[in-house]
């Protein structure tokens, strides 16, 4: 069983910057993949990011390549992910997930992982 807590949402301008945490309990965090996903009001779940156990490969989804970066800490159990540029319409709850499979390719559906933090609230004012 893997725990998952997010933190560093919080309410920042057009143009400025977060970076989000995601702390695992348990041993394992450094063999499983992890991803970060968001649901904006009245949307459902969508992919953000993921990164490979490694630290190596990554993935991104089109609306924020070149502006976020994944990026994990093992010795640390904990997942970053930097977000440069915002916009308003990145406004979301961000939650991280941890993926047990070992995949050829990256996850991006919600059904390619296991365990999910509860999420944090990123707000992009205009």
């Known amino acids: 069983q893997v725990q998952l807590v997010e933190s560093g949402g919080g309410l920042v301008q057009t143009g400025g910057s977060l970076r989000l945490s995601c702390t695992a309990s348990g041993r394992a965090f450094s063999s499983y993949a992890m991803g970060w996903f968001r649901r904006a009001p009245g949307k459902e779940r969508e992919f953000v990011a993921a990164?490979?156990?490694?630290?190596?490969?990554?993935r991104y989804s089109d609306s924020v390549k070149g502006r976020f970066t994944i990026s994990r800490d093992n010795a640390k159990n904990t997942v970053y992910l930097q977000m440069n540029s915002l916009k308003p319409e990145d406004t979301a709850i961000y939650y991280c997930?941890?993926?047990?499979?070992?995949?050829?390719?990256?996850?991006?559906?919600?059904?390619?992982?296991?365990?999910w933090g509860q999420g944090t609230q990123v707000t992009v004012s205009s």
């Open positions: 990164i490979g156990w490694r630290g190596i490969n990554t």
């Open positions: 997930a941890a993926d047990s499979y070992t995949r050829v390719v990256l996850g991006a559906e919600v059904y390619d992982y296991d365990y």
